[in-house]
């Protein structure tokens, strides 16, 4: 897998957000009683960075990414896009704010009678763009996302990864400092997605895009995202550089989340026979999480040599996440004294560790 670091264009901690949700509410009163999608939601995009935002179906993460291209309009709160506040502006306005915010889809979106370069053509001549200029930036573009030779295909005749490269060439047409992408790989097939998200880190990269993403896979999250807010209820429940949300996820949600992911699953055997309370004689199962520098350090050698505790090795990983090595490892111990020797030895090692759980 490609990284999505270094990435140079990302900017600066007090660079202005280029997408501001300032205490956003959307409320839909159009049913039987109100709905009220978004509650209080604060949330900064910054120029150069990929922000995931995760959530269970019904959190409010399209109604978030509609607000920002104008689709919906907050019922309290500001969104504010690149210095405008996006539901202060006239029909016209909008529309121009518009060509700056390009956006794509979980079902792509692409006209069936249009070959693959009139799809990517079709926003370069709503712009009003000349047919030479618009022929010359539909092939750029087409080459950006490595489809140069799929210009004349109609849309049947493509992939699911085709079509979103489609996708993305077209969003990408009138030059937008922004894309919003609303479960774009979720309905793909995991290689396939892997290969979108390597292109959204790689046009991030390079030409300095920020990437506003809405997803309900860790997955996605873990691949390309810098930061990251869970959204629950319209709420943001938790939010942070994706590495330290990894490392140290805080709100059970995002441990739901989480769960599912390398390392963080228990096997099924392991998971049957967990309870909650230490078991006599039984075995305590403790999930301990790697950072950085530490992800390479022999520690359980350690620990048995330092503390004479013989760790079982039950799950682990080791990975990069943000660029950082990242390693979770689910071990079991005797549960009793040792358990609290082995913490407090992770502890003085600067690692995270915190018991899941009890066998017999
Ligand atoms: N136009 C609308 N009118 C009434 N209610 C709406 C409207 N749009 C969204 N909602 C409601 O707002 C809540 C949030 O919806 P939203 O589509 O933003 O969630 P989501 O996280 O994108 O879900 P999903 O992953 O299923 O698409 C839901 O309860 C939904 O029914």
């Known amino acids: 897998m490609n990284a999505p670091f270094p990435h140079a264009m990302l900017a600066?901690?007090?660079?202005?957000?280029?997408?501001?949700?300032?205490?956003?509410?959307?409320?839909?009163?159009?049913?039987?009683?109100?709905?009220?999608?978004?509650?209080?939601v604060d949330l900064?995009?910054?120029?150069?960075?990929?922000?995931?935002?995760?959530?269970?179906?019904?959190?409010?993460?399209?109604?978030?990414?509609?607000l920002v291209n104008g689709l919906e309009r907050p019922s309290a709160g500001r969104v504010i896009v690149d210095g405008r506040e996006i539901q202060g502006l006239d029909e016209a306005a909008l529309r121009e704010a518009r060509r700056?915010?390009?956006?794509?889809?979980?079902?792509?979106?692409?006209?069936?009678?249009?070959?693959?370069?009139d799809n990517v053509a079709l926003p370069l001549e709503l712009a009003g763009i000349g047919r030479a200029a618009a022929r010359a930036r539909v092939a750029e573009l087409l080459d950006l996302v490595g489809l140069s030779d799929k210009a004349?295909?109609?849309?049947?005749?493509?992939?699911?990864?085709?079509?979103?490269?489609v996708g993305i060439a077209r969003a990408l047409a009138t030059n937008p400092k922004v894309l919003l992408s609303d479960e774009a790989t979720s309905a793909l097939d995991p290689e396939t997605t892997r290969s979108i998200l390597d292109l959204l880190a790689r046009i991030n990269r390079e030409l300095g895009l920020t990437i506003l993403l809405i997803t309900h896979e860790m997955a996605v999250i873990r691949g390309v995202a810098h930061e990251v807010a869970v959204l629950a209820s319209g709420r943001?429940?938790?939010a942070g550089p994706v590495f330290d949300v990894f490392s140290t996820p805080r709100h059970p949600l995002t441990r739901a989340f989480l769960a599912g992911e390398p390392g963080f699953a228990l096997p099924p055997a392991i998971a049957g026979r967990l309870v909650p309370e230490p078991v006599e004689n039984g075995q305590t199962v403790i999930r301990v999480v790697f950072r950085g520098a530490h992800a390479t350090e022999p520690v359980l050698a350690r620990l048995a040599r330092d503390e004479a505790i013989e760790a079982n090795i039950l799950a682990g990983t080791v990975d990069e996440i943000a660029?950082?090595?990242?390693?979770?490892l689910?071990?079991?111990i005797p549960s009793g004294a040792e358990t609290a020797q082995a913490l407090g030895f992770f502890a003085r090692h600067s690692l995270t560790a915190e018991v899941v759980g009890h066998v017999a």
């Open 12 to 40: 600066a901690e007090t660079d202005p957000p280029l997408i501001r949700f300032e205490g956003v509410t959307k409320t839909f009163s159009a049913g039987p009683a109100p709905v009220t999608a978004l509650d209080g």
């Open 44 to 66: 900064d995009v910054r120029p150069g960075s990929i922000v995931g935002v995760i959530g269970r179906s019904g959190a409010g993460k399209s109604t978030l990414i509609r």
């Open 152 to 165: 004349d295909r109609y849309p049947a005749e493509l992939s699911g990864g085709q079509k979103q490269r």
């Open 323 to 328: 660029g950082r090595p990242f390693g979770v």
């Open 100 to 117: 700056s915010i390009g956006m794509i889809f979980q079902h792509f979106n692409l006209l069936s009678s249009r070959t693959a370069a």
């Open 330 to 332: 689910v071990v079991a």
């Open 236 to 238: 943001i429940v938790e």
